[in-house]
T-cell receptor
Framework: AQSVTQLGSHVSVSEGALVLLRCNYS??????LFWYVQYPNQGLQLLLKYTSAATLVKGINGFEAEFKKSETSFHLTKPSAHMSDAAEYFC????????????FGKGTKLSVKP | GAVVSQHPSRVICKSGTSVKIECRSLDFQATTMFWYRQFPKQSLMLMATSNEGSKATYEQGVEKDKFLINHASLTLSTLTVTSAHPEDSSFYIC??????????????FGPGTRLTVL
């Protein structure tokens, strides 16, 4: 069975500082991996996705993530945090079933201090 | 492209009544739609997967008679919470897969519906 672990339910950074949100996955087959962002009372917006084309994936809003098979990780980074980045971030892996269900991590709330 | 809408965005109802939530794919045909439930400050919990023209597949522990899902067309799925009770209050989010998106398992999410049962 596939699973996702997000280390740190809450991460706080200063504006302009590096953002690092951690995600480790478990999968017996090559996975598809996703990072989504959720603003309060809104649905999820796709930041980026890994689909085996390239290990370093660039997404929207300056975010990127690197797929490391040896570490079973897919950490999300952004060089310089903006106040508007404050939100909840979810890492997800798709399962190997034909439906392609997404398995979500528990989420990491990012706070950005001025 | 790949826009999913939900209606209503917010609903308040009395205990015992039924509530219908609509999920629409606006610019693509979604053969598969998903319904999630999200409790405050928690992750998304998959409730069921619906395929157009067939019965929904419910996750373990989700009451199919309480949460009725219909996916009658390629652009519309509905979730009906029957005889709602305060414990059904939650944020319900739908998503849809675009089979032509080129990324087999990517899901596009609606904005969510906040249900409050008094």
């Amino acid at each position: 069975a596939q699973s996702v672990t997000q280390l740190g339910s809450h991460v706080s950074v200063s504006e302009g500082a590096l953002v690092l949100l951690r995600c480790n996955y478990s999968s017996s087959v090559p996975p598809y991996l996703f990072w989504y962002v959720q603003y309060p009372n809104q649905g999820l917006q796709l930041l980026l996705k890994y689909t085996s084309a390239a290990t370093l994936v660039k997404g929207i809003n300056g975010f990127e993530a690197e797929f490391k098979k040896s570490e079973t990780s897919f950490h999300l980074t952004k060089p310089s945090a903006h106040m508007s980045d404050a939100a909840e971030y979810f890492c997800a892996v798709s399962d190997s079933g034909s439906q392609g269900n997404l398995i979500f991590g528990k989420g990491t709330k990012l706070s950005v201090k001025p | 492209g790949a826009v999913v809408s939900q209606h209503p965005s917010r609903v308040i109802c009395k205990s015992g009544t039924s509530v219908k939530i609509e999920c629409r794919s606006l610019d693509f045909q979604a053969t598969t739609m998903f319904w999630y439930r999200q409790f405050p400050k928690q992750s998304l919990m998959l409730m069921a997967t619906s395929n157009e023209g067939s019965k929904a597949t419910y996750e373990q522990g989700v009451e199919k008679d309480k949460f009725l899902i219909n996916h009658a067309s390629l652009t519309l799925s509905t979730l009906t919470v029957t005889s709602a009770h305060p414990e059904d209050s939650s944020f319900y989010i739908c998503s849809a897969r675009d089979p032509l998106s080129g990324t087999y398992n990517e899901q596009f999410f609606g904005p969510g519906t906040r249900l409050t049962v008094l």
